[in-house]
Each structure stands twice: as C-alpha cells, then as structure tokens.
C-alpha cells in the first residue's frame, strides 16, 4: 500500500534527506521525501500509524508528519522550522510553493548553487545556505506588450492606437530594467563608494614605500591611523555590511560557508585595527611599529572587502549570461500578431490570440502561434527550433511553429496552440527545468563543501600557533596572524559548488538551440556514459511517413479489399494504417463503418466491415486467429520485405486474400549518424516490431550492431533490462505510444519531437526535429559538459590544494614567499568567475 504524508519543518535538501533516511529506517517501508512539496511518499508492507512515523521522525529533528488529504492541499502551510529550531526563513526570504506548477520558478529568486534543490523566493536576497545572491529565474512567458503616449506618457494602453488626448500613435513602452542589471547596477554603486575610500587608504599604508614620505611631514603615523578608521568606515558598514550580515547568519544556522570566511578573516582584521587604534598600550612590543604605533590593517581589510565585491560584481554579469539561452529563446516570440476578422486585418497582442484565430504572416514575419497554413505557402527558417538551418518549404495544410521566420511570401494560418501550449513555450519551460536540476557529479562537491568551512577555519587556527610558536622571534604573532587572516581569505567554497550547475545551465541553454531539450542534468550526464543505443524502426531511423507502394489480391477485386482494410484501419492512428486510408481516399474509394475494432499492439488490426470479419497484420496476427497463410503468397510476402519493405496480410472471413506492400524510406542522415554513433564507441541495435526480412535489410543498409525484428513492448523492456543487467548504459530512441516502457526503462529515453506525446513524457532527452543526427548532437553535448564541470572541479580543488598552503606560509622557509592577505582576496574573488566564465565557454561549442 501506498500513503502520501505532509512532512513540515524542513528547511533545505539537507533535511529533506535527512528525513528520507530516517523513515527508511523504518522495517517494512519505503519513503521517498520530496522538498517542494513538502511530501512523503511511503510505500508500506503493512499499514503503521502516524503516530509511529512522527516517533520515529522526532528523533531526527523539529519535523512532523502528517496524512495528506485532498482536501487540504490548499490549505495553508504552517511556517516551517530550521533544523536548528528556528524559523527556516524570515518574511524576506519566505518561498512560494506551488507544488501544481512546474513552472514555479518562472520570476522568482534562487540560489546559484541550488544550495536547497528547487526552493526559490519572492524577493532578491541572499541564500540562507551559502550566502550568495539570489539569482532570478526567466520568466518564461512573454511579458504582456503595453503601449503609451510619447507626448502624454500617463495614457497606457493593452493594444496599438491613437492617443485620445493628442491623437498621435501609441508606441510600445520601453521594457523595465532586468533583474540582473539591478542587481550589477546595486552592486556597481557600492564598488565606485569601496574603491574611493580604500584607494586613500592604501595610498596611506603603503607611503612609506614613498620617497621622502612626504605624508608623514604633514602628520605623524598617529593621526593618519585615525584617517584610515575613519575612511574605513563607510566601506565596512556600507558598502560590504552584506557580508557580515551573511557571515553572521551562516554561524547562527551553521550553514558554513564562502562568508563564514570572508566575515572572520576582514572581521577579525578590522576588530583587532581599531583595538590597536583605540588601545595600543595594550599590545607588545613586536605589534608596534618604531614610532609607538600599533601595526594596524585598515588597508588589509578595505582592499579584501573591495576585492571581494568586486567579485560579487563581476559574477553578477557572468550569471546573466548563463541563462542567455532563455532569454534567447524569448526573444523568438513576437509581441503582436495580424488578426484576420470579417475580412480585414488588425493588429492584436500576442496574448491576445485564441485557438482557431486566422492569422496573417507577412513576408519576414516571426510566427506568433503553433497553427497550420490554410491559404498561401512559404519558405519558412526553422533554425531557431531544429539547429538545422536550411530552410523549410510550407504549403497549405503543413504545420508552422511559434519563434520561427517567415520568408518572403504572405500566408494565412490557423491558430492551434497558444500560450504555454506553443513548442516554443515547452522548450523554455524544459530548458528552464533542466538547467536547475542537479547532476549526480554534484553530490561529490556537496559532500566535500559540508566539510570545508570547519577544515579551513581549523588549518587558520593551526596556521597562527605554528607561526607564533615557530616564526620569527620579534614578529612571530603579527606572522600568525596575517597568514591565518590570508587563510581564511583565499578559501573558496563558492568555485566548488558552482563548479557543476553552471556549466549545466550554459548546456542546457545550448541543447535547445539546436533541438536537443535535456529533461534534467542527470540525463545530460548518463549520455556521456551511454554505449549501447536502442532504437526503434519506423519513425525513427525510416522517416515515418509510410506510403502504400501496391496492394496484391487473388481471387477479389483490389478496390473491394482497399475498402475494407481502410475502413477497418480509419480508427488507428499508426502511421501504416493512415498511409493505408490515404492510399484509398487518393483513389476516391468511400469508407464505411466498421464493427467491433481492435488494435492489437503489434500485429495488427481486425473488426467486422459489412458483416465480414476483416484482418491487417502480420503474420503473428493470422496465427492467433489460426489463419493458414498458403507457400505462394508467404513467399511473395518475403521476397517484398527482403527489399526493405513492411508488407501486411489481408484477410476476410478467416481467409488470406493477399497483402499490401508499404515504403519507409530510410531518413538521409541516418547511416552518417549510425557510423558516427559506432566511432563513439556506441552500439547501436535495432529493436523493431516489423518482421525479420525488413529488418534485416534495413540493419544491413545502415551497417547496425545488430537488430531484433517480431518485439512487442514487453520484448523492448526485456532487452534493455538485460543489457543493463550486464553493467551496459542504455540509452533508447523511439517516437511510438509502444515505445514508452522501453523509455521509461532505460538509462536515458530519447524520444523524437515529430512523436507521441506519450513518448516525449516518457523519455528524458527530446529532439525536435526527430533524426539520429540529434542524437550525435546530444553525444557531444554531454561529452563536452562532462568535460567542462571536470576543468571547473579540477580548477576548484587544485585551487585550494595549492592555495591554502602557500597562504599559510608552506613555502616560507625556502622560498621565502608569504601571501599577503589582499592578493589572497584577488585570488579568492576571482575563483568563481573564473568557475563561470569557463561554463561560459560552452556557448561557442558547435553541434
């Protein structure tokens, strides 16, 4: 049996696991805890009480559970404690679940990191977790277009017109300023007032350095110190206090992490200047300088705070260029469309577009809407949706797709899908899914950042008593400290755990421009790992548009059996069927009612047609029903499928009358992407429910691994489990209703776009033009985002390996080489963009 509970009190995926584990603790269960929504899915060998499980959870933490009722999903949540007993979040950061909407994240705020999975926030703040900034996900729907007055900008308007007050023409009003240009623009502001207060100060520090020391014949050592504190000031309280804030919080939740550090070491800089300024007598000798004066770090601590800053700005620009694919893909969608209504043409709002609308496309129109053309034709760019960027040539009853380009003629079209409905909607909808989704990689970078924090802080502390124990004698403590300060400074968690989302995020976004939409990072990471491809025949490596080639009867009329196998095969949706009724209607021949229909998953098709029991099918069909099929026309039915064919018994009243010959011309690009798939080191094996001759000669065409003609969707499953169960990563291509149990099964499902829409939802990875050849794109991408989080994880380790040392003073006493804490800063602050800025590169990679 299985129950849904309601689990409150969880915070972030650290709970949320931490609740998973502690209920499977349970004998005889087995739970599956998701974070939005806040559920438990437990499966249960025999029924237990609540009260049981909520004993059990307790234990764990401030949780509870509770039986989900339908009736109290729309109830509100109570607020929700940390695992630290107090409230998860205060209003500021309070998320919005809506556990109904996939969508959810569309406007809101998330952390870079995917610190809590997919929780998001309402407003722009800093993540709980790890302190960075929230990152606004794209809306994924366009924003309704407005227009106003030049002349009059307090007139607005949903739709183009005439301003009633002046008479002049409404124009679209400006769009507002994106989030992440705010946040660059917040961030900048606090950088100009950072760098002009710490450029004195350093200039003070380091004057000295100065011929003649000009500074000090204006004021002794004494006061410029109180210059520097008082310079100091706006640079720690204004414009990095976010830091301290952050720091703060992450000790008081124990969520340790990049500020954990930044807050200690230039806090602890900053405390021990101003207790040197104010109280200096209190100090020893070796923390003075010649002149009385304590060794003060004012500059230390400005120019690492500025650093820092200047870090967070420069990753406030990368960020809004890895979600650039979006943004792209949004960009596809004209604002306004031409209605056709009662003859004349008006211009409408793109959301203001209903099914069954008549539109115009003008010459280099964008298509507003998923439709098909009813009057006129066109060359149509499709590039933006399937990669390939040959045009397309469109006539009336073909289909046309939203964000693509008209070419230079005019057309009319129906209005079939809107808004999220359209193909371009679902694209940014998967795209925008996928990109924060969390690939298992990243589960090596989690559990290495849990420790990290408390390690470094440790190795600081070592760092200081090494120094003051064994340093040199007259400044042995001022060496501890410095280099502990350095320490704290150069560690930087923030280049590990982004390390992995954003190179996802960047190929994600790639995917899609060129028609491969990746469910999740998870897919995206096992195809790296696929070698064996199963895929199937027809739709997928035939083009799937199946034509009847001849039909063959003895002893009847050709037409009389047409009619009957056509109007048996008017209720299936299998392509062989349709190519079937279309061959009849091309020859004007009247369909009649059928009886007692049944579609038989891989055999064929029977019902009763004028009160004659009609069978189409294979040969498995006819030996069901103990239909004897005579040597002359089986073997006339083999020479046929020899040659590649698919060919179906005709049968009427328990008698074999002949059989029809169907063509599935072989898709052009197939062969090239069978040997580019095999040079790969992929398998690539045929599982087809047609018969063994048409296999065969399509294996042999394509030079396949090897095939398996006769399946039917149990013989599919059977298949993959095997070759699983012989340690093989088996990714499975196919477009059918039939196919999606052997999607679902396998390691990574591929469905073709121009498929079912069963398929799609079953399958992990989707090509929208429907070929082989995306499944070569689909290869690279992995192979080359794989690559990609490997140099970013590499970066991110060997940074530290080597970084923490050197900062701690390792190379010292050979060397001679200390690391001063504001190079410690530089280097820190520029680990991270550099993390983004090589996820970056995968923009330019050629599919």
């Known amino acids: 049996m299985k129950h849904t509970y309601t689990v409150t009190g969880m915070s972030c995926d650290g709970c949320r696991t931490k609740v998973e584990k502690t209920l499977n603790t349970i004998e005889g269960i087995e739970a599956k805890v998701t974070l939005n929504p806040p559920e438990a899915i437990i499966q249960m060998e025999k029924h237990l009480p609540t009260a049981q499980l909520q004993e059990v959870l307790a234990n764990a933490g401030n949780y509870t559970i509770e039986m989900t009722h339908p009736e109290a999903k729309d109830k509100p949540k109570p607020e929700s404690k940390s695992c630290c007993g107090t409230s998860s979040h205060s209003h500021h950061h309070q ?64 739709e183009p017109g005439s301003c009633p007050i002046c008479g002049m ?49 204006l004021m002794d050592m004494k006061s410029w110190n ?26 008081i939740s124990w969520n340790l992490n990049m500020f954990t550090l930044i ?27 010649e ?53 004349a043409d008006k211009v409408i709002a793109i959301d203001a577009i209903k099914k069954g609308d008549l539109l115009r496309v003008k010459p280099g129109d964008k298509i507003p809407v998923d439709g098909k053309i009813t009057e006129g034709e066109s060359t149509i760019d499709e590039s933006m949706i399937t990669g390939e960027p040959i045009p397309v040539d469109k006539k009336k009853g073909d289909a046309v797709v939203a964000g693509t380009i008209n070419g230079n003629k005019s057309f009319l079209m129906l209005a079939e899908k809107v808004g999220a409905e359209t193909l371009l909607s679902q694209i940014v909808q998967m795209v925008n899914d996928a990109s924060r989704s969390r690939a298992p990689i990243q589960k090596l970078a989690d559990r290495i950042s849990k420790y990290f924090v408390p390690i470094v802080v440790l190795v ?14 007259e400044n042995a403590l001022i060496y501890g400290f410095i280099n502990a ?39 995206l990471e096992n195809m790296n790992k696929v070698n064996v491809l199963i895929t199937d025949k027809t739709g997928t490596l035939t083009e799937g548009k199946p034509s009847v080639e001849h039909i063959q009867v003895y002893d009847e009329k050709e037409n009389e059996a047409l009619q009957a196998i056509a109007s048996v095969n008017q209720y299936s949706e299998h392509p062989l069927a349709q190519a079937i009724v279309s061959f009849a209607k091309a020859k004007n021949i009247t369909l009649t009612a059928a009886e007692n229909f049944e579609a038989i998953t891989g055999k064929g098709v029977k019902g009763i047609v004028e009160g004659k029991q009609v069978f189409l099918g294979n040969k498995k069909l006819l030996e069901d029903s103990k239909i004897t099929i005579s040597s002359t026309i089986e073997e006339q039915v083999i020479a046929e499928q ?74 599919k499953l059977k298949v993959i489990q095997k070759l699983q169960s012989e340690g093989k990563i088996v990714a499975m291509a196919g477009d059918g209703i039939n196919d999606a149990p052997a999607l679902a099964q396998s390691d990574v499902g591929i469905a073709m776009g121009t498929g079912t829409d069963v398929a799609i939802e079953s399958a992990k990875i989707t090509l929208v033009k429907g070929d082989l050849q995306g499944i070569v794109k689909a290869k690279e991408l992995s192979q080359a985002v794989m690559k990609n989080i490997h140099q970013n994880l590499f970066f991110a380790f060997f940074y530290n390996v080597i970084g923490i040392p050197i900062a701690a003073g390792v190379l010292y006493p050979v060397f001679g080489i200390l690391l001063s804490p504001m190079i410690a800063a530089l280097a820190m602050s520029f680990s991270s963009v550099s993390v983004i800025t090589n996820a970056l590169r995968l923009r330019n990679l050629k599919l």
């Not at 008082?230 to 703060?248: D, G, I, Q």
């Open 95 to 158: 998320p919005k679940v809506n556990p109904e909407l996939s969508a959810k994240q569309a406007g809101k705020y998330y952390c870079p990191m995917f610190c809590e999975g997919d929780k998001v926030y309402d407003k722009p703040g800093s993540c709980p977790v790890c302190g960075m900034d929230l990152v606004k996900a794209p809306e994924i729907t366009i924003a309704k277009t407005q227009y106003s007055c030049p002349m009059h900008p307090e007139v607005i308007k949903d």
């Open 169 to 217: 023409d409404l124009v679209p009003m400006k769009p507002v300023e994106n989030e992440e240009n705010k946040t660059y623009t917040y961030l900048l502001k606090k950088m100009k007032i950072a760098v002009v207060f710490t450029l004195p100060i350093f200039i003070i520090a380091m004057s000295d350095m100065i011929p003649n020391n000009p500074l000090m014949q």
């Open 226 to 251: 109180w210059v520097q504190f008082v310079l100091s000031l706006p640079v720690v309280f204004y414009a990095s206090w976010m830091f301290f804030e952050r720091a703060w919080k992450s000790i």
């Open 263 to 289: 807050g200690i070491g230039a806090g602890v800089a900053f405390l021990f200047s101003v207790f040197g300024l104010l109280f200096p007598d209190f100090f020893p000798a070796e923390f003075k300088t």
């Open 291 to 343: 002149m009385g004066t304590v060794h003060l770090y004012f500059e230390a601590t400005t120019v690492i705070l500025t650093l820092v800053l200047l870090g967070q700005l420069l990753e406030a620009r990368a960020h809004s260029r890895t979600s650039g694919a979006i943004k792209e893909l949004l960009k596809l969608v004209p604002t306004e469309a031409v209605l056709v209504e009662n003859g």
């Open 460 to 473: 600081a502390v070592i760092t200081f008593f090494v120094w003051a124990q064994f340093g040199p004698q």
């Open 485 to 523: 300060v350095a320490v704290l400074i150069i560690a930087c968690p923030c280049a590990l755990g982004l390390a992995t989302p954003m190179s996802v995020m960047v190929g994600v976004g790639k995917g899609a421009q060129f028609g491969v939409l990746i469910k999740n990072a998870e897919a």
């Open 642 to 715: 020899k040659l590649g064919k698919t060919v179906s018994y005709i049968a009427v009243d328990r008698s074999v009358l002949g059989f029809v010959v169907i063509t599935d011309a072989i898709k052009t690009n197939s062969a090239a992407a069978v040997k580019e798939l095999m040079q790969k080191g992929v398998e690539v094996v045929m599982l087809t429910g047609d018969n063994k001759n048409t296999a065969e000669a399509v294996a042999n065409a394509l030079q396949l691994s090897s095939f398996q003609a006769g399946c039917l969707p149990e013989d």
